[in-house]
């Protein structure tokens, strides 16, 4: 079974600015890939970056990198230089064996 | 165009009322999900399917019913026995078996029993 925890239902920034969303999360599968989605005013669910449990490397996106540390069941999602078009709610999940485990969302406001 | 199709967009449903909500996909993959969302909730699973005729509950499958006769489509119907129906559903698949893959979803269905 998987659990995900994002402890901040709201985060800003100002635009051009780092921000950085939390995400906790635990798992009793050892081979499991974790995943930040992007769900904009539209509603439509966007993958922003995907990350393999078992690759030390943190992903990278363009603007976008995650910070996992796999002992603290951490999975951090820092967005550089913010653009109006980063508002939006972003989910962290936890993929393994059968299901995607989503956390309760970070609603990010970009100020002008 | 290579994607997921829902319809209708927006749905009404009176009380006591089945209502199907469709999902195709044309991007040949062999899973095939169900969520909901509810405001402050998240994405929670309702039904998932890894391959054609075999389906799996997820967390919350009580009052929904789901079929996988065909792998482009994957129907959800909500029946009168669950309880609070209204809110936002989404379908996804994915490429394979198992949750280690990107998952591409489609635009939604918002339904409202009146």
């Known amino acids: 079974a998987q659990t995900v925890t994002q402890s901040q239902p709201e985060m800003s920034v100002q635009e051009a600015e780092t921000v950085t969303l939390s995400c906790t999360y635990d798992?009793?599968?050892?081979?499991?890939?974790l995943f930040w989605y992007k769900q904009p005013p539209s509603r439509q669910m966007i993958l922003v970056i995907r990350?393999?449990?078992?690759?030390?490397q943190n992903a990278t996106e363009n603007r976008f990198s995650v910070n996992f540390q796999k002992a603290a069941k951490s999975f951090s999602l820092k967005i550089s230089d913010s653009q109006l078009g980063d508002a939006a709610m972003y989910f962290c999940?936890?993929?393994?064996?059968?299901?995607?485990?989503f956390g309760k969302g970070t609603k990010l406001t970009v100020n002008p | 165009d290579g994607g997921i199709t829902q319809s209708p967009k927006y749905l009404f449903r009176k009380e006591g009322q089945n209502v199907t909500l469709s999902c195709e996909q044309n991007l040949n993959h062999d899973a095939m999900y169900w969520y909901r969302q509810d405001p402050g909730q998240g994405l929670r699973l309702i039904y998932y399917?890894?391959?054609?005729?075999?389906?799996q509950k997820g967390d919350i499958a009580e009052g929904y019913s789901v079929s996988r006769e065909k792998k482009e489509s994957f129907p959800l119907t909500v029946t009168s026995a669950q309880k609070n129906p209204t809110a936002f559903y989404l379908c996804?698949?994915?490429?394979?078996?198992?949750?280690?893959?990107?998952?591409?979803f489609g635009p939604g269905t918002r339904l409202t029993v009146l």
């Open positions: 990350q393999e449990a078992y690759k030390q």
């Open positions: 996804a698949s994915s490429i394979g078996r198992g949750a280690y893959n990107e998952q591409f």
């Open positions: 798992t009793s599968e050892s081979d499991y890939y």
């Open positions: 999940a936890c993929g393994g064996s059968e299901k995607l485990v």
């Open positions: 399917s890894q391959i054609v005729n075999d389906f």
